[in-house]
């Protein structure tokens, strides 16, 4: 199965990792991090729970939770050892060496990010690729657009949890116009009842 490290930046908005993890689910790719990433997520999410006027015990505790949640979800996402690469790939921002690093020794096929430029071409591995949240988004639904959409209308089904429930039609009309992610949707719609 193909697999694609997933970098923080593509898993903090809400409705994209919501739709990227639930194609995984449903057998389309693995999904891959690394602690360093899921630590990353976890301030990321506290500081936006924060500007939203949470206090720190119920924001920390929402991120923390939504760690918890991935890690049992996807046991087997999380890479290990690979420190020892760190530093080797001469990128332009040492802080992203974590990223290529965890995706290497995993043997990932792509790192999914929307930082593409602070991972420029010559100082990837062969075979590995470099790719926005966009175009994974639909290289993953052309796999099987059917079980995309049982992703979409999953999400529709946990949207009830945290307040107004949205259709799978709202799912799609979000993932279009907020993510820009108009060809994946594209096909989910060609196949959707």
């Known amino acids: 199965m193909f697999a694609a490290v997933l970098d923080t930046c593509v898993l903090w908005p809400n409705l994209q990792r919501d739709f990227l993890l639930s194609l995984a689910v449903e057998g389309l790719y693995r999904p891959l991090w690394s602690d360093q990433i899921l630590e990353e997520l976890v301030f990321a999410e506290t500081e936006k729970w924060r500007r939203r006027g949470l206090g720190e015990p119920e924001a920390t505790g929402r991120a923390t939770r939504l760690e918890t949640r991935m890690r049992e979800a996807f046991p087997d996402a999380i890479v290990v050892r690979f420190e020892p690469l760190i530093g080797t790939f001469r990128l332009p921002d040492p802080d992203d060496e974590h990223v290529l690093a965890a995706a290497v020794l995993a043997g990932a096929g792509a790192v999914v990010t929307d930082n593409i430029r602070d991972f420029p071409a010559p100082c990837l591995p062969r075979g590995l690729g470099i790719i926005d949240p966009r175009a994974f988004a639909v290289q993953t639904v052309e796999v099987d657009p059917s079980r995309a959409w049982v992703a979409v209308q999953a999400i529709s089904q946990r949207s009830g949890r945290v ?23 594209a096909l989910i719609r060609s196949v959707a009842g």
């Open 163 to 185: 307040g107004s429930v949205m259709s799978s039609k709202d799912v799609l009309t979000e993932l279009e116009i907020r993510y820009r992610m108009h060809s994946a949707v």
